[in-house]
Nanobody, 124 residues
Framework: QVQLVESGGGLAQPGGSLRLSCAAS????????IAWFRQAPGKEREGVSC????????STADSVNGRFTISRDNTKNTVYLQMNSLKSEDTAIYYC?????????????????WGQGTQVTVGG
């Protein structure tokens, strides 16, 4: 059974930083991609960043490019999202998701497994 467990959310000041973690277990053998999505109240879900387990290649949304960085630790089966220079518009529930793929990750793809989400609130 696949489990994705997010952690690290919370309250941050504008301009501050948070690091989210996604601990994955039960993923099938082979290549897959892990992504971060977010959904703010009253808005559609948005792809934030993804990373390929095969080669570590990444893709990041323009809205966070240069501020957010995705990384992985394969030994811990954990993916991180380092969020710097946070803005109020980054406030959302952040979800970790995974899918099997041997290609480079793509935020437009349909992801198979999802975590429960972690709340990020940016405000003073």
């Amino acid at each position: 059974q696949v489990q994705l467990v997010e952690s690290g959310g919370g309250l941050a000041q504008p301009g501050g930083s948070l690091r989210l973690s996604c601990a994955a277990s039960g993923l099938p053998f082979g290549y897959y991609a892990i992504a971060w999505f977010r959904q703010a109240p009253g808005k559609e879900r948005e792809g934030v960043s993804c990373i390929s387990r095969r080669d570590g290649s990444t893709s990041t949304a323009d809205s966070v490019n240069g501020r957010f960085t995705i990384s992985r630790d394969n030994t811990k089966n954990t993916v991180y999202l380092q969020m710097n220079s946070l803005k109020s518009e980054d406030t959302a529930i952040y979800y970790c998701a995974a899918k099997r793929t041997s290609r480079q990750c793509d935020l437009a793809d349909a992801y198979t497994w999802w975590g429960q989400g972690t709340q990020v609130t940016v405000g003073g």
